[in-house]
Nanobody, 116 residues
Framework: QVQLVESGGGLVQAGGSLRLSCAASGFMFSKYDMRWYRQAPGKEREFVAR????????YYEDSVKGRFTISRDNAKNTMYLQMSSLKPEDTAKYYC?????????WGQGTQVTVSS
């Protein structure tokens, strides 16, 4: 079955960096688009970034452009989110996502907390 497992979250000071990982299994990772989302307390889950499977093209939510970089290593079935110049408003639980056979699959999330 499809499984997504996020890791790499933690507590960091404003201006710092973190790298999140999403380990995937149960499907042919290299043939699927992958996405990062985040959800802050009391807010709806929002799109952060996406990476296409066939050309590696990337897309970002406006507030993270220039600070976050999404990437993937198909040999390791893993997606990454390199986050730099972190701000307190980046504090949220971060989730990875893919759509497989018409259904959305999510990991359990990893908490990122940015202190001011």
């Amino acid at each position: 079955q499809v499984q997504l497992v996020e890791s790499g979250g933690g507590l960091v000071q404003a201006g710092g960096s973190l790298r999140l990982s999403c380990a995937a299994s149960g499907f042919m990772f290299s043939k699927y688009d992958m996405r990062w989302y985040r959800q802050a307390p009391g807010k709806e889950r929002e799109f952060v970034a996406r990476i296409n499977w066939y050309d590696g093209r990337t897309y970002y939510e406006d507030s993270v452009k220039g600070r976050f970089t999404i990437s993937r290593d198909n040999a390791k079935n893993t997606m990454y989110l390199q986050m730099s110049s972190l701000k307190p408003e980046d504090t949220a639980k971060y989730y990875c996502d893919t759509q497989y056979q018409g259904k959305d699959y999510w990991g359990q999330g990893t908490q990122v907390t940015v202190s001011s």
